[in-house]
């Protein structure tokens, strides 16, 4: 069946565009280039056609074509992946997209069979399974590339769970930190924005094709059958949804942008911690560059440009909600639009999170900076608060009392730990002699060790709960 047609017969082959019988002059170059997308998606080649196989098979299967014609696109299809695999592949513009320049040159190399793998099938369903595809291998990159990522973060944790800095708010002193638990509130964003690629994914993972152009087909096709092959877990219910709706796409860029915004936070923190005036980390000079007329500078390019990088990442995903809006069922050639962003999208996410995996791993602490910042500011002052309440005083009342304190130690250029015991005292009678341990850095952060307080103990405990979970 599969050698019926004689060269000149093949009008399908010879025509410069594959549905152009119906049209009586040729488009512009321009609107050529305008409506093409060959230059960007020849990128879902691979998908595209593992999506005609198993389509092939299935038409087989179910006796819409015959098992010789089933074997000539398996035959034609091995030839253009080693063709496109080895750069030898010639995409034209003339053929549109990445499905039309791959049909063209099946119908070259096999046929008739070539023109008949889009039985039961449309480039609307087709394109919509591409990007499916496609993107759910995307994800678990990027969920594996989270995990690597956390786990870089909870080693530096670890090793750091007794390196006291200065947690801040309003970016003002407030209380003692460890660095370990200050890397932990990362891991914990990136852990779930794993999640969220987790739970992206099921809605990811379900087949349009059979949808066909927009109506389904009258053929008898099996759609379980063709999501088995492509390990799809269901089937698109609803063939104008299945070819039309991209929210699949979309919320995957809503996660990827809270991934961004996750790494621009750090990105914004590593560059303050770089910042000889606070010089509280380094980072290894392959993240940095220098400056071309001041030689003493060392920039934190990468988290500069990552933190710089999320506002083309959020863009995307409010081009694609704008895309998505104003369009009535079924396909539009709106939808085309789709995917430049998606693909900047997942780039942008994996080369930051490939290179942050590396670069966290590398962060050198300067563990004294982080110190002698922490003792500025009075960070243990709530130590003092409390201590006073665990002697029975109301909250508020010992609030005023530590209030003054900070004022004297302001005025005497020293620090709450520096009074002795006869100054303590004079604000309240309870002060006793163990307050010393009370208003030093360790003791400070020592006392807050239940779930999700930053003592060093509890701080190593969740390290490692961190690391289990990304070991699994
Ligand atoms: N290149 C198109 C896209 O990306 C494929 C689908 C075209 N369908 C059509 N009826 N023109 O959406």
């Known amino acids: 069946m599969s050698n019926d047609a004689t060269p000149n017969q093949n009008q399908f082959a010879n025509k410069a565009q594959a549905w152009s019988a119906r049209f009586s002059e040729p488009v512009s170059d321009l609107v050529k280039r305008y409506t093409a997308s ?55 513009l003339d053929l549109e997209d990445v499905h039309l320049n ?22 609307n369903d087709q394109v919509a399974t591409d990007i499916r ?8 990159v990027i969920t594996e590339l989270l995990h690597g990522l956390r786990g870089a973060l909870a080693t530096v944790a670890h090793a750091n769970a007794d390196t006291i800095m200065p947690g801040f708010t309003h970016l003002q002193v407030a209380q003692p930190v460890t660095f370990g638990h200050h890397l932990l509130a990362y891991a914990e964003m990136f852990g779930r924005d794993a999640e969220r690629m987790v739970d992206v994914r ?21 759609r379980e059958h063709v999501a088995h092959l492509l390990g799809f877990d269901e089937v698109c219910r609803n063939s104008l949804d299945a070819v039309s709706d991209r929210d699949f796409a979309i919320e995957f860029c809503a996660a990827a942008a809270l991934i961004m915004t996750h790494i621009s936070r750090l990105s914004e923190e590593l560059v303050l911690w770089m910042s000889p005036r606070v010089g509280f980390i380094d980072l290894a000079d392959r993240f940095c560059t220098g ?30 909600l704008t895309l998505m809006k104003g369009q009535p069922l079924a396909y539009n050639k709106d939808n085309q639009e789709d995917k430049e962003g998606l693909f900047d999208t997942v780039d942008t996410v994996r080369d930051t999170l490939t290179i942050f995996v590396d670069m966290a791993a590398g962060i050198k602490v300067k563990p004294e900076a ?47 730990a520096d009074l002795s015991l006869d100054d303590l005292k004079a604000y309240h009678p309870s002060i006793e002699a163990d307050i010393h341990q009370v208003l030093t850095l360790e003791g400070s952060v020592a006392a807050r060790s239940h779930i999700g307080g930053t003592a060093p103990d509890r701080v190593r405990v969740e390290a490692e709960r961190v690391l289990a979970a990304v070991r699994r």
Request: glycine share 8%.
């Open 38 to 92: 060959v230059d960007f998606d020849k990128r879902l080649a691979h998908v595209d056609i593992q999506g005609s196989l198993a389509h092939a098979a299935m038409l087989a299967t179910q006796g819409i074509i015959t098992e010789d014609d089933h074997a000539a696109i398996q035959r034609g299809m091995t030839q253009i992946v080693g063709e496109i695999d080895s750069g030898a592949f010639t995409w034209l």
């Open 102 to 123: 791959i049909e063209k040159r099946l119908v070259e190399l096999v046929g008739d069979a070539g023109k008949r793998l889009h039985t039961g099938r449309s480039r």
């Open 133 to 140: 595809l496609w993107l759910r291998a995307e994800i678990d």
């Open 202 to 222: 099921r809605r990811v993972n379900r087949l349009p094709l059979g949808a066909a152009a927009l109506a389904g087909t009258s053929f008898p096709i099996d």
């Open 291 to 320: 400056s071309s007329i001041m030689p003493q500078k060392k920039n934190p390019d990468v988290p500069e440009l990552a933190r710089g990088k999320t506002g083309r990442v959020n863009g995307h995903l409010v081009a694609l």
């Open 370 to 416: 982080m110190r002698a910042a922490a003792l500025q500011g009075f960070a243990t002052a709530t130590d003092l608060a409390d201590y006073l309440v665990k002697r029975g005083l109301p909250f508020r009342d010992a609030h005023e009392i530590v209030a003054h304190a900070v004022r004297d130690c302001e005025a005497r250029n020293c620090d709450l």
